[in-house]
Every structure is written in structure tokens, then in C-alpha cells.
Nanobody, 125 residues
């Protein structure tokens, strides 16, 4: 499976961006898909994830109420709608997926087998 993240860019604080993660090579219908981010000088951190059926989503506390993850299994694509962006959201955003992930591991980067290349989001104050 190959993942391609896109949609990053420069936005002012309070603005919005929508990231996409397009998968190819295999249907991702039965995978758990997630977003992670890595700010300069910091470790990669969990942003959110969406379950296989798209009915359940999980978010880190700092983005709850501002970010929304969705997926379109027919198009093999996942989205991250980011609203009310803050300078501290500045990071490279990575999408990831795994076909065998269990719920207790959803926030753990090492639990995901497939990763995209990352897209840079810069939020100016």
C-alpha cells in the first residue's frame, strides 16, 4: 500500500485546512487509518484515527472539537479537516494505516505498518 498525503500549506491562526491521504495498491476498506504530526525538534505525536467502518474516531485532546477525520472507502481516501488552527499545530502531518491494528494501539505510531510521506502545515500567528 502506498499513501500520499496532500493539502498542507501556510495559513493564519484561526484558519482552516483540509488534508487528504490517498491510498493505492490495495483497498483500505478494512484498515484503521490515522494522522500523526511532528513539529520541529519534537517527537511524532498522534493526532487522530478513524476505525475501519468510519463510525468511530479518536483524537488527541489538543485537537478535539477543531479537527475532524473522515474517510471515503470507495475512493481509498482519508481526510483531516482542521479548523481554528493555532500556531502550535504547525508540523509535518503524516497519514498511516494498518490492517491488523487493535483499539488499544490506535494512538501508537509503531502499530501502523504503512506511512505516507508527510505534508507540511504552517500556522502563522
Amino acid at each position: 500500500v502506498q499513501l500520499q498525503a496532500s493539502g498542507g500549506g501556510l495559513v493564519q491562526a484561526g484558519g482552516s485546512l483540509r488534508l487528504s491521504c490517498a491510498a493505492s495498491g490495495r483497498s483500505v476498506r478494512n484498515s484503521v487509518m490515522g494522522w500523526f504530526r511532528q513539529a520541529p525538534g519534537k517527537e511524532r505525536e498522534f493526532v487522530g484515527a478513524i476505525w475501519r467502518d468510519g463510525q468511530k474516531t479518536y483524537y488527541t485532546d489538543s485537537v478535539k472539537g477543531r479537527f475532524t477525520i473522515s474517510r471515503d472507502n470507495a475512493k481509498n481516501t482519508m481526510f483531516l479537516q482542521m479548523n481554528s488552527l493555532k500556531p502550535e499545530d504547525t508540523a509535518v502531518y503524516f497519514c498511516a494505516l494498518d490492517f491488523n491494528l487493535i483499539l488499544s494501539s490506535v494512538r501508537m505510531s509503531h502499530a501502523y505498518d504503512y506511512w505516507g510521506q508527510g505534508t507540511l502545515v504552517t500556522v502563522s500567528s
